[in-house]
């Protein structure tokens, strides 16, 4: 489980898009097997500290994360943990990380 996560979480700050976009869908998929239990635990925290990064692509990873894990988690789980992350990030400077924002948000 450890290497499983290590290997996860290195993926979702690659420099490719691409492969960041793999690493969510993989998460997700992760989640439907392992359960919303397994991905509150060991993954989300991590994808979701991604929103501090210097990089404003790997800003963009926990907006991306937030929209496609919301389908395969509890309601109250992805208000809870993803509220803070939006409120910060609309303060972002990048445009794109603000437009971004609105589209997870809808």
């Known amino acids: 489980m450890d290497k ?8 979702l700050s690659d420099s490719i898009y691409s492969i960041r976009e793999a690493a969510i869908n993989n998460v997700k998929h992760l989640t439907e097997i392992f359960g919303p239990q397994w ?7 991590k994808l979701l500290s991604l929103h501090v990064d210097k990089n404003y692509l790997h800003r963009l990873t926990p907006l991306f994360g937030i929209a496609t894990l919301a389908s395969v988690l509890p309601p109250d789980v992805v208000r809870r943990m993803s509220l803070p992350v939006i409120v910060t990030l609309q303060q972002d400077p990048v445009p794109n990380i603000r437009m971004n924002v609105a589209k997870t948000i809808q």
């Open 4 to 11: 499983l996560n290590a290997i996860c979480i290195t993926w």
């Open 39 to 45: 991905a509150v635990t060991h993954v989300i925290p």
